[in-house]
């Protein structure tokens, strides 16, 4: 049997026979030694699951300074135990080019603040901060309930792109490295209870080599597919800010629930459901789990309890019928409830058999978009409205699914997911990766890929529609795309550093497959490693450019010859042409509708002949904005079969049609 259909073909439990090798074991043993064995220099394993608190430099932060990690990024939650005061709204806002506000105190007062919104992009609100990705100033003056004394009390960030620093009351609380994934700080201690509370963050989102995604180099470098300006080596537009809500939430000040895990199985027509509950501390008290109408006490030992619940004749997750049944945890003193917290969870398997993707055991097809959190005016920043209309348009074109593209999204669009049955790869920011560089550079990334990949878990592990992790899009070998520009030592060193972040994936999470996105024509060997074959293709765009003949016998050959070689799942999970909504040509010709009508219709076809593509994806959902640059008119990506402000082009009717929307 293939190495990577063994962690889902496993049982979860053992069957009294010594020599079974349960799921668990198989994980356990080969992350244990694949870590043990694969190392880059400078690197560290790491360790229990635990976040890292990370300096704006990319160090661990001064513990003195700020406070101890915890391992739950638990959703915050308002309950008749907990609170939850949402900071979204009119902040002051300052940027800071010099980087002179930390040493005089604008942590404080800022000198000369202007309003901005959070959350919200700065580059689309100010004429002099489109380009800006340096440092700015974040500063909000808030009340902490009275009713909330007592309490230990949070400060969640959702996301700060990139790198973030905050203070309360001038004290540091927390820094962190990386967007798109929150981070917490217990401020208990600097709270003032008798006034106004002065909280500030600082922000940049320097394009720097060492960071993930990783920056140009400081001489020469390209601006993902563009060559422009600013300069990235990803084809999306550089958005700065905190781009997701700031809040404070309150727990009980003993002990409270810290982190949950769910797994589901199914036996027979029955679903059975782990559920394993960490609080912060050494809790050793009582519990109790309630799973519909299900109940079952809990027993803590070590701060930590683990419980299987049958649920009979239940009913399975999926598109077809997004069921979530309402788990509630509580901890209990002499019949009192100390902490209470409730999650929505979909019973559901998905599992790698051969070269079939299996959901609830029976094959399923992908059929989606790469998509990007894009928006006029606000940027990346959150937007509620645009999801609903997203997933209303999902519907209605007959898609089943999407690839977050190229960083997580938020997590009311993963709970919107799991609602209406929406099937989701879910992607760290790990795109522009290249192992044709020095030593140093690919330890540094390996170490905030790792974190990424951590806190994306921690986060969106009990999500049932994240059905596959993937951990890095399009990685290179060399200067180009082809086959031919790979530097043969790459090879070997990316081998290194995916094999970790296979392990740690499945170390952390092993119960979904695990993939890595590649391009046409890249290095084929890193496939080896991972669960499903991704690979993005452009054949009759960027090559074989006007011939759509051709473009799709090289799509046959590529997904073919990935097939012979790995005997997996293939998912295209990138194709398109860039169309300008309004242009028409008969024959077709490149960037009208017609031809992204053609281009579609053409990989849709060579697909349907093939039973070993798991999913097509297509590059994109909507257009996006871009870098400035000769290849993108008006800084945009015009790949969307919908165009920015989700008016449908020629393709989504097309698209409609044949994946048979309603």
Not at 599 to 614: H, K, N, Q, W
Request: proline share 7%.
């Amino acid at each position: 049997m293939a190495l990577s259909t063994l962690p889902f073909g496993l049982p979860e439990r053992g069957s009294g026979n010594p020599d079974v090798l349960t799921r668990r074991d198989f994980l356990c043993r080969t992350a244990t030694a694949g870590l043990a064995s694969l190392a880059v220099p400078g690197v560290s394993p790491l360790a229990g699951g635990e976040a890292v608190a990370q300096g704006g430099n990319g160090s661990p932060a001064d513990p003195t300074s700020v406070a101890a990690p915890h391992r739950g990024l638990l959703y915050p939650q308002q309950n008749q135990i907990r609170n939850v005061f949402d900071l979204s709204g009119i902040w002051e806002f300052q940027m800071d080019p010099d980087e002179a506000g930390e040493a005089q105190q604008w942590y404080a007062t800022l000198p000369s603040p202007r309003p901005i919104a959070v959350p919200c992009s700065w580059n689309d609100l100010f004429e002099d901060a489109r380009d800006y990705l340096g440092l700015a100033w974040y500063r909000k003056e808030i009340v902490v309930p009275s009713s909330w004394r007592g309490q230990r009390i949070f400060l969640r960030i959702g996301s700060a792109n990139y790198s973030a620093k905050a203070w309360i009351n001038g004290a540091v609380v927390a820094q962190h490295l990386g967007g798109h994934l929150p981070f917490i700080a217990d401020i208990s201690g600097q709270i003032a209870w008798d006034g106004r509370n002065v909280l500030a963050i600082t922000v940049e989102n320097k394009q720097l080599p060492e960071r993930v995604p990783p920056g140009p180099p400081s001489e020469g470098g390209v601006a993902g597919a563009s060559g422009g300006f600013p300069r990235t080596t990803y084809d999306f537009f550089p958005y700065a800010g905190l781009h997701r809500a700031a809040v404070l939430y309150s727990v009980p000040a003993a002990a409270h629930i810290d982190d949950l895990t769910v797994i589901t199985s199914i036996d027979g027509s029955d679903g059975v459901v782990n559920v394993k509950v960490t609080t912060n501390g050494e809790y050793q008290g009582a519990g109790r789990a309630r799973l519909g109408g299900i109940e079952a006490d809990l027993a803590f030992h070590a701060g930590s309890a683990d419980i299987t619940m049958r649920v009979p004749s239940a009913r399975l997750w999926g598109p077809e019928d997004p069921h979530l049944y309402p788990l509630t945890v509580s901890l209990t003193d002499a019949g009192r409830t100390r902490d209470t917290y409730t999650l929505s969870i979909g019973i559901r398997t998905i599992a790698v058999h051969g070269d079939q993707l299996l959901l609830n055991g029976r094959p399923i097809k992908l059929k989606g978009f790469g998509k990007h959190e894009d928006s006029p005016v606000s940027g990346r920043g959150h937007n509620l409205p645009m999801w609903i209309r997203d997933y209303e348009l999902l519907r209605w074109i007959g898609a089943n699914s999407y690839r977050t593209s190229h960083y997580p999204y938020g997590e009311e669009a993963m709970q919107l997911a799991d609602q209406l049955g929406v099937l989701v790869i879910n992607e760290i920011p790990a795109v522009g990766l290249n192992f044709d560089v020095p030593e140093q550079l690919t330890g540094q990334r390996l170490a905030q890929c790792r974190q990424q990949l951590r806190e994306l878990i921690a986060r969106d592990k009990n999500h049932p529609s994240t059905i596959m992790w993937n951990v890095a899009n399009e990685p290179m070998g060399g200067s180009g795309s082809g086959r031919g520009s790979v530097v043969p030592r790459a090879v070997p060193v990316g081998m290194e550093f995916f094999r970790q972040m296979y392990a740690d994936a499945h170390r952390l999470d092993g119960t979904r497959p695990v993939t890595l996105v590649g391009v046409q024509g890249g290095v084929r060997d890193w496939h080896a490693i991972f669960d499903v074959v991704c690979v993005n293709c452009y054949y009759g765009w960027y090559s074989q450019p006007g011939q759509l003949e051709l473009g799709t016998q090289a799509l046959a050959r590529e997904v073919d010859e990935l097939h012979r070689a790995f005997g997996k799942p293939v998912i295209v999970t990138e194709f398109g042409a860039d169309t300008i909504p309004g242009a028409h040509s008969t024959p077709p010709e490149m960037w009208t509708e017609e031809y992204q009508v053609e281009f579609l219709r053409g990989f849709l076809d060579v697909s349907a002949e093939r039973t070993f593509i798991a999913g097509m994806h297509v590059w994109n959902f909507a257009d996006f904005r871009t870098s400035q640059g000769t290849m993108r008119a008006t800084g945009m990506n015009f790949k969307g079969v919908f165009t920015r402000d989700r008016r449908p082009k020629m393709a989504a009717h097309f698209l409609r049609s044949r994946w048979g929307g309603k």
